[in-house]
């Protein structure tokens, strides 16, 4: 699959707005990857990918962070995301944004995990499953391409 080809179909799997918006999602997850991977798993997954993404796993240590959990994955994917302008809970205010910010990370997550999928064959969705810390392990093996 093109570099190409792969940020469109997460952009059409998440309904995000622009080529860019899903470009950033995508790098995001990519960059939160390439903490938890260890070099061996990275290389195999590397070799399915584009080069624009596949690079983004060079810099994988020989062994996984065991410290890495969710929240890299989220933290990663919420710094695309524009959250300026709604409330938050700083004067007492209910901070609906946090709340919802936190599931469109997961969402997104969940796009680029479907894209990935298509770039990798059964048996390494798997072995990349068990990679991954168990509520992103969750993400991954829940992700499909919505009919």
Known sequence: MEYREFIIQVQTMGKLASFEE?????????????EVL??????????CLPSELSCLLECCRPEPDPYIDSQTFIGWTLSGLDATGLRDKT???????????GAEAVRRCRCVFCA??????????????RELPEKVCDWFRSAQASR
């Open 22 to 34: 899903a470009e950033t999602a995508t790098l995001a997850v990519m960059r939160a990857l390439s």
């Open 38 to 47: 260890p070099q061996e798993r990275a290389r195999r997954v590397q070799a």
């Open 91 to 101: 004067l007492g205010g209910l901070d609906l944004f946090a709340a919802d910010t």
């Open 116 to 129: 990935l999928k298509t770039c990798l064959d059964e048996a390494l969705h798997e072995d990349l499953a």
